[in-house]
């Protein structure tokens, strides 16, 4: 038996707030309807900030908060769609900002908003092998880079972020036991690639991701409790993927979760795609509404189309 745990998380955000007034006045929407339909009231846009520099900034704070040198990292991944470059790799970039070593293993990863969640699953898996046991997950997006100012179903719900974990592996500690899926499909949500010809834009059907969501939250979380021989009373803490207040309301209402048990910042972000998880645990640290020894249940979906679950440990 071996497995990972959080050691500490961190964040960083562009200064920059993007009002559902101010899109109003480039698009016709309305903050009634935008808060009404998403839970959304603010989100964040990068105005001069780097992807890179939203990777070092939740890095930094990420291994302040657990205590751990860059020298003691031995893999990073960071999860993202919107990396600054395709090549060198914003895990490689933030290498040499932070100082890692070059036997550190350093690459990014796209599973869309379950990104995380998947990079936390390769995190265990690789860590097993590493020269040290110490590793750095990053959840990164400047989505206001792709997005498309006519489309009003799409502009209003996305945002920029960043947020990090450092784990820490050891033999004798419980797996995250991680359940994860991906089911090819480009017609629900898709952000071209340079054969298409198409602008780069997120184009989605939110009536259909929406459908999808619904499905496949609570059918990720029975699983991961099925997994783990767990009920979800046996769960401190549940935190879901911040895409739209109507999709976590639902799933808060089937498992009757208590309100002191889940946590949304949807209002204040929007939809961070791969930054959304490790944004709302940096903040759920920052509470003190987890502490050592809090399990949380973690559950995502996104393009891919990608879904995933994990039952995560606070060392
Ligand atoms: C996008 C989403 C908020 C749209 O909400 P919805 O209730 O499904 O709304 P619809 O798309 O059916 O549109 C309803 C009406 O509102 C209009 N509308 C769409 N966006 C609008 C906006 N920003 N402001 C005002 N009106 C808007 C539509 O044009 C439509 O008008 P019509 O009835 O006259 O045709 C919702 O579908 C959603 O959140 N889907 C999931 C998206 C998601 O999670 N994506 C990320 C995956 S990681």
New binding site residues.
């Given amino acids: 038996m071996s497995g990972i745990k959080i050691r500490g998380t961190g964040r960083c955000v562009p200064e920059k707030v993007v009002t559902n007034d101010d899109?109003a006045k480039i698009?016709?929407?309305?903050d009634a309807?935008?808060a009404s339909?998403?839970g959304i009231r603010r989100r964040r846009h990068c105005a001069g900030e780097t992807h890179t520099a939203l990777c070092v900034g939740a890095a930094r704070a990420a291994l302040e908060k657990s205590g751990i040198a860059p020298e003691e990292i031995g893999v990073c991944i960071v999860a993202t769609l919107t990396p600054d470059h395709l090549v060198p790799a914003a895990a490689c970039l933030l290498q040499r900002e932070l100082g890692l070593a070059e036997d550190t293993l350093c690459f990014d990863l796209n599973a869309?908003?379950?990104g995380f969640l998947f990079a936390l699953h390769t995190m265990e898996c690789l860590l097993a092998a590493a020269p040290r046991k110490y590793g750095l997950v990053i959840g990164a997006e400047v989505l206001s880079r792709i997005l498309d100012w006519t489309d009003?179903?799409?502009?209003?719900?996305?945002g920029d972020g960043a947020g990090a974990a450092v784990v820490e592996w050891r033999e004798g500690w419980t797996s995250i036991g991680a359940v994860l899926g991906t089911r090819g499909d480009d017609a629900l949500?898709r952000v071209a690639g340079a054969e298409t010809g198409e602008r780069s834009f997120i184009r989605?059907d939110?009536?259909k991701?929406?459908k999808f969501?619904v499905e496949t939250v609570p059918r990720c979380m029975d699983q991961v409790l099925e997994k783990a021989g767990m009920t979800a009373d046996d769960v401190d803490f549940f935190v879901f993927?911040q895409?739209?207040a109507?999709?976590i309301d639902l799933a808060v209402r089937k498992y009757r979760i208590p309100p002191e048990k889940y946590y949304k910042n949807i209002e204040e972000y929007g939809?961070t795609?791969a930054a959304s998880i490790p944004l709302v645990l940096s903040e759920l640290q920052d509470l003190q509404k987890v502490h050592s020894g809090s399990r949380v249940l973690v559950v995502?979906?996104?393009?891919g189309l990608t879904w995933g679950g994990a039952l995560v440990e606070f060392a």
């Fill in positions: 899109l698009v016709d929407t309305n309807w935008i339909r998403t869309a908003c379950t009003r179903g799409t502009c209003i719900l996305f949500l989605m939110g009536t991701v929406f969501a993927h895409a739209n109507r999709i939809n795609s995502g979906f996104g393009g």
